[in-house]
């Protein structure tokens, strides 16, 4: 809305501002200034520019990742590095599960990896932030591997043996062991404890099999009498 004053060279203009917090707003203004010659000679076009930014008593809101690597399936954990004293936060995780939060330092995963928007706004006691958008790559997991031979997870044998650990191999990963952190294919299992296999792919995500227990078989005792006839 605007309001011509009395001497027709000043002007009121009244506003309403965005419901939310959408940055900085601008305004241009073109003014026709006319001598009433009936022509354009001597006429006056002026052109203005205002800037109107949000009150610095508003939070800023920035998101950050505190997982690395961001692969899919994992649980990724992020934070808000903010200004302005926050005490409300509303996220929003694109294809995530959880895919909104209210916590300070939310988690979140992804089932698929590839491109993943986060949002953020946070709110202070003069309003809210504008969003914080936060690309986010998310990338691919190997598959979980398991483990043969397995029993219901229980494997036995006997106490000098060892039982051979098997994992099914594919492309492009690599193994380790645990506990042991061994890094092969195939692994001999020598003690009685858990054990599993960790996949990983080059680009550092790993995947963890469901754990396998190894325990001997009960050790007999026996003896031998040597027993004589007269």
């Known amino acids: ?17 965005p419901s939310t917090n959408v940055g900085a707003v601008k305004f241009y203004f073109n003014v026709v200034s006319a001598n009433g010659n009936g022509g354009n000679n001597g006429d006056y076009v002026f052109s203005k520019t205002l800037t109107i930014n949000p009150s610095n008593l508003l939070p800023i809101a920035k998101v950050k990742l505190n997982t690395s690597p961001a692969c899919a399936g994992a649980s990724l954990n992020f934070s808000a590095t903010t200004t302005g004293s926050p005490t409300n936060y509303e996220w929003t995780f694109g294809g995530g599960s959880p895919s909104i939060s209210t916590l300070a330092t ?35 997991s190997p598959f979980q591997p398991t483990i043969s031979p397995v029993n219901m997870g229980l494997l036995q044998k006997c106490a000098n043996d060892f039982i051979t650990l098997k994992t099914t191999k594919r492309s492009g990963e690599s193994y380790i062991w645990m506990p042991d952190s061994i890094r092969i294919d195939t692994f001999n299992a020598f003690l009685a404890k858990d054990y599993s296999v960790r996949a990983r792919l080059g ?11 190894v325990m001997n078989y009960p050790i007999s005792i026996f003896t031998i009498k040597k027993i004589i006839k007269h």
Do not use: M
Request: glycine content about 4%.
């Open 106 to 140: 939310p988690s979140s995963s992804f089932v698929n990896s590839g491109a993943k928007t986060i949002l953020l706004r946070v709110k202070n006691a003069f309003g809210y932030s504008a969003f914080d958008t936060f690309n986010l790559n998310v990338l691919q």
């Open 1 to 17: 809305n605007s309001h011509q004053s009395t001497d027709s060279i000043s002007w009121r203009i009244k506003w309403t501002a």
């Open 203 to 213: 680009n550092g995500c790993i995947r963890e099999s469901s754990p396998v227990r």
